[in-house]
């Protein structure tokens, strides 16, 4: 194989893992735009959710910047932006822990979700999400590893961008476990990519669906058992909410005011 060959990969691989990630980014924001084009958001949320919005939001701006800086060969800006990755990557852990807390504590707990779990799920699908992206710095001087834990990463984050599309109320009680699991096409499409192009699938991509599962089957047994019950009771303790069943789904929202 000629060294021709190996940059005609190389290149093939960037442009692919780019157009991966503009898709994602394209229903995470999606998701979140027509949620408030119908009405079911708006500007008059709490502060701590308009924060999240920000920094999430930030995020998906930084991992689409870096797809199409690593996808036009732009290697060395790529490295600089991705110093403001590892600055900003942290403000995801804070931020996300917060509004799910916030969520639980005022009895915001979207009504498809039971509180119990949702206290549970939410955050594990992030830190699992920032160990992805943690490995995939670890890796970087790996590009094929690199991209493909990055892009595994991101796909612990789509939930939410697929909640806002699917018909949620009709989906407990596993509403949580069928929005995140759609995100199992991306890595599948890179599987069939990386057959096509390379001959067999990277292994990067079963450590992504790894995470994926795991993080799925240990938020439903640790939601439903009695460490989950604990939290819940920790977290609510002092509230309104403070001895409710944390396995009750909250009442659906009342009609929008007129």
């Known amino acids: 194989m000629t060294d021709a060959t190996l940059g005609a990969r190389t290149t093939g691989d960037r442009l692919f893992i780019r157009n991966l990630v503009t898709v994602m980014a394209v229903i995470l924001v999606g998701g979140f735009v027509v949620q408030l084009a119908m009405g079911r958001s708006s ?3 709490p502060l ?3 924060a999240h919005a920000v920094v999430f939001m930030g995020w998906v701006g930084i991992v689409l910047t870096q797809a199409w800086l690593a996808g036009s060969g732009s290697l060395q800006l790529h490295q600089q932006v991705g110093k403001l990755a590892a600055i900003w990557a942290p403000g995801l852990l804070v931020f996300g822990t917060w509004i799910t807390i916030a969520a639980v504590q ?12 949702f206290i549970i799920a939410n955050p594990l699908s992030l830190y699992a999400a920032i160990g992805l992206l943690a490995a995939a710095v670890a890796m970087r001087h790996r ?3 690199h991209a493909r834990l990055q892009v595994s990463s991101f796909v612990l984050l789509m939930g939410p961008g697929f909640g806002r599309l699917l018909p949620m109320p009709f989906l407990p009680p596993y509403a949580f476990e069928i929005a ?3 995100a199992i096409v991306f890595p599948i499409a890179g599987i069939i990519y990386d057959w096509r ?5 990277h292994p990067a991509w079963f450590w992504g669906i790894g995470v994926l599962l795991a993080v799925v089957v240990v938020a ?7 460490v989950g019950e604990a939290l819940y009771d920790t977290v ?11 396995l009750d789904f909250p009442p659906p929202p009342g009609p929008p005011p007129v």
């Open 43 to 45: 500007f008059g949320a």
């Open 48 to 50: 701590v959710v308009h």
């Open 106 to 117: 005022t009895g915001r707990t979207p009504f498809f979700f039971q509180p119990q779990h």
């Open 143 to 145: 590009p094929d590893w």
């Open 180 to 182: 995140g699991l759609e």
């Open 197 to 201: 192009a390379h001959g067999r699938p």
């Open 220 to 226: 439903r047994l640790a939601g439903f058992s009695p």
């Open 236 to 246: 609510v303790a002092g509230t309104p909410l403070a001895g409710t069943s944390g």
